[in-house]
């Protein structure tokens, strides 16, 4: 313990990683992936087993976050890049405003590329993002330049080297092993660049430190040593609901970036293969972080909170990636570790969401949350009793309402509902939708859902019904006023 650290603010490591499923952990029942460092911080913390993420893409998810704001408030409720990030409360400025010393290390994905949103410094790694790569965008604004771990690796390997070397798109199914030392992934550089932060850290403040990698999110591309632990594992393959679409499978499954995985059963089982070790990979480089934190002698004066923007659907039901509201995209680790009062290896299932760990960060930072915020505190009980999450996009774009024991489900383009039990069904293996011993229910939450969207500038509901094929938006129009 430092000296003079007793009875003062606790420091703060937020651990963010991307595309990460909330079953992807040992201590949380899977099959298949070992998370020895993650299952370890959850046995000495608290473990949410409904920590949701309410629309279920990089940006309006990590917008969540920062904010604390539900999506229809910060209004960003799809993906769409390049739009100003301009809010008057953040994550990091309200730790700032609390005493903290604040760094991030990696991953933002806000715009312009280099907007601190509150943070004091970052060491921006954003991943592969193709709307800041093109020759349209200006200089500054250039991944090869504004991108830390890009310039970086540039000056280690040569001005033609890149992280497309290996060969793989960056929302592919395509998995190969790391092409160059392990020392250069910048799961690695993410774990590097924040140990260095310790060592040059202000010792007289407590700091908040967001330590944020980029995967499991594709390319799945961990070190050799990884892909070895499951290569010759026989793995579980992904479940596939008695309402899965075949036919979109078929019709798509030889894209290397299509929504629905591989329509070659042994691409998706390398796919899961890749990602896994990604998890693996990062998994244990959190452990070397916090091996480090051991080291500078601040590890038990640290409050460590571990998420991820949202998940993957890795084949489940013929789907890939995220955007959609099933549970391997929408349902997120989320782990407190050392906070005060909290009993060692506590499981909670209240329904918790990204908005939450604003509040939750200044709580912990004995400050008082905003009052214009959605989140609320996690270390009580928010009494949500259930989440409205959403997320624009074609014929995939969905709104859902979402409990501790079921789910009902609107694609706004179609108008197709669905209905699952998670309490008797968490695979989601049955749609419920015409169910006649389920209607009752159903009505219930499609009611929950009119009345969250009742008023919306895109005109889902007239207040009585859902209204398909309305025009859908990635942004709510104040967001460019």
Same mark, same amino acid.
């Given at each position: 313990?430092?000296?003079?650290a007793k009875?003062?603010?606790?420091?703060?490591?937020?651990?963010?990683?991307?595309?990460?499923?909330?079953?992807?952990?040992g201590?949380?029942?899977?099959?298949?992936?070992?998370?020895?460092?993650?299952?370890?911080l959850?046995?000495?913390?608290?473990?949410?087993?409904?920590?949701?993420?309410?629309?279920?893409?990089?940006?309006?998810?990590?917008?969540?976050?920062?904010?604390?704001?539900?999506?229809?408030?910060?209004?960003?409720?799809?993906?769409?890049?390049?739009?100003?990030?301009?809010?008057?409360?953040?994550?990091?400025?309200?730790?700032?405003?609390a005493?903290?010393?604040?760094?991030?290390?990696?991953?933002?994905?806000?715009?312009?590329?280099?907007?601190?949103?509150?943070?004091?410094?970052?060491?921006?790694?954003?991943?592969?993002?193709?709307?800041?790569?093109?020759?349209?965008?200006?200089?500054?604004?250039?991944?090869?330049?504004?991108?830390?771990?890009?310039?970086?690796?540039?000056?280690?390997?040569?001005?033609?080297?890149?992280?497309?070397?290996?060969?793989?798109?960056?929302?592919?199914?395509?998995?190969?092993?790391?092409?160059?030392?392990?020392?250069?992934?910048?799961?690695?550089?993410?774990?590097?660049?924040?140990?260095?932060?310790?060592?040059?850290?202000?010792?007289?403040?407590?700091?908040?430190?967001?330590?944020?990698?980029?995967?499991?999110?594709?390319?799945?591309?961990?070190?050799?040593?990884?892909?070895?632990?499951?290569?010759?594992?026989?793995?579980?393959?992904?479940?596939?609901?008695?309402?899965?679409?075949?036919?979109?499978?078929?019709?798509?499954?030889?894209?290397?970036?299509?929504?629905?995985?591989?329509?070659?059963?042994?691409?998706?089982?390398?796919?899961?293969?890749?990602?896994?070790?990604?998890?693996?990979?990062?998994?244990?480089?959190?452990?070397?972080?916090?091996?480090?934190?051991?080291?500078?002698?601040?590890?038990?004066?640290?409050?460590?909170l571990?998420?991820?923007d949202?998940?993957?659907?890795?084949?489940?039901?013929?789907?890939?990636?995220?955007?959609?509201?099933?549970?391997?995209?929408?349902?997120?680790?989320?782990?407190?570790?050392?906070?005060?009062?909290?009993a060692?290896?506590?499981?909670?299932?209240?329904?918790?969401?990204?908005?939450?760990?604003?509040?939750?960060?200044?709580?912990?930072?004995?400050?008082?949350?905003?009052?214009?915020?959605?989140?609320?505190?996690? %270390?009580?009980?928010?009494?949500? &009793?259930?989440?409205? @999450?959403?997320?624009? #996009?074609?014929?995939? !774009?969905?709104?859902? *309402?979402?409990?501790?024991?079921?789910?009902?489900?609107?694609?706004?383009?179609?108008?197709?509902?669905?209905?699952?039990?998670?309490?008797?069904?968490?695979?989601?293996?049955?749609?419920?939708?015409?169910?006649?011993?389920?209607?009752?229910?159903?009505?219930c %939450?499609?009611?929950?859902?009119? &009345?969250?969207l009742? @008023?919306?500038?895109? #005109?889902?509901?007239? !207040?009585?019904?859902? *209204?398909?094929?309305?025009?859908?938006?990635?942004?709510?129009?104040?967001?460019?006023?």
């Amino acid at each position: 313990m430092e000296k003079g650290a007793k009875n003062r603010q606790p420091n703060i490591l937020l651990v963010m990683t991307d595309q990460m499923r909330g079953d992807c952990m040992g201590i949380d029942g899977h099959p298949d992936v070992k998370t020895p460092y993650l299952d370890n911080l959850a046995a000495r913390g608290v473990r949410y087993t409904n920590a949701y993420t309410a629309c279920p893409s990089c940006i309006p998810a990590r917008c969540a976050l920062h904010t604390g704001l539900k999506q229809e408030n910060h209004g960003r409720v799809g993906y769409q890049d390049r739009v100003p990030w301009e809010y008057p409360v953040t994550m990091a400025g309200e730790l700032a405003k609390a005493g903290y010393y604040t760094q991030c290390v990696g991953k933002m994905h806000v715009h312009p590329l280099r907007n601190l949103m509150g943070f004091h410094h970052i060491e921006l790694h954003d991943g592969y993002l193709h709307a800041y790569r093109n020759g349209g965008v200006p200089y500054n604004e250039n991944q090869r330049i504004a991108d830390d771990y890009f310039y970086w690796l540039k000056k280690e390997m040569g001005i033609d080297r890149d992280v497309t070397d290996g060969g793989i798109e960056c929302n592919s199914f395509v998995a190969r092993p790391w092409m160059y030392e392990e020392r250069l992934h910048p799961t690695n550089w993410v774990t590097d660049r924040s140990i260095d932060f310790l060592r040059r850290r202000d010792r007289s403040r407590p700091f908040f430190l967001m330590a944020s990698y980029l995967r499991p999110h594709p390319p799945f591309d961990a070190p050799e040593c990884f892909f070895a632990l499951y290569r010759d594992k026989e793995l579980t393959p992904p479940v596939i609901g008695d309402w899965a679409d075949e036919e979109r499978m078929r019709r798509l499954g030889r894209f290397v970036d299509a929504d629905t995985g591989s329509c070659d059963p042994e691409l998706m089982r390398q796919a899961q293969i890749g990602y896994y070790a990604c998890i693996s990979h990062l998994d244990n480089q959190i452990g070397r972080l916090l091996d480090a934190l051991r080291d500078d002698g601040s590890f038990q004066d640290t409050v460590i909170l571990f998420t991820s923007d949202h998940g993957e659907l890795l084949g489940d039901h013929h789907t890939f990636r995220k955007t959609r509201p099933y549970q391997g995209s929408i349902r997120i680790p989320m782990i407190i570790a050392g906070a005060p009062g909290t009993a060692p290896g506590t499981v909670r299932d209240q329904l918790v969401e990204l908005r939450d760990i604003l509040p939750t960060l200044v709580d912990l930072a004995g400050a008082e949350p905003p009052r214009e915020i959605d989140g609320v505190s996690m %270390l009580g009980d928010c009494g949500r &009793e259930y989440l409205h @999450g959403e997320h624009s #996009g074609g014929d995939l !774009g969905n709104q859902y *309402i979402v409990t501790k024991k079921d789910k009902y489900c609107w694609f706004m383009e179609s108008g197709r509902e669905q209905y699952f039990r998670l309490d008797s069904d968490p695979k989601e293996l049955h749609d419920r939708i015409a169910d006649p011993d389920c209607q009752e229910r159903i009505a219930c %939450l499609r009611q929950i859902l009119i &009345e969250e969207l009742a @008023g919306r500038e895109e #005109g889902y509901t007239d !207040g009585e019904r859902l *209204i398909p094929g309305r025009p859908q938006k990635a942004c709510l129009s104040f967001l460019s006023s």
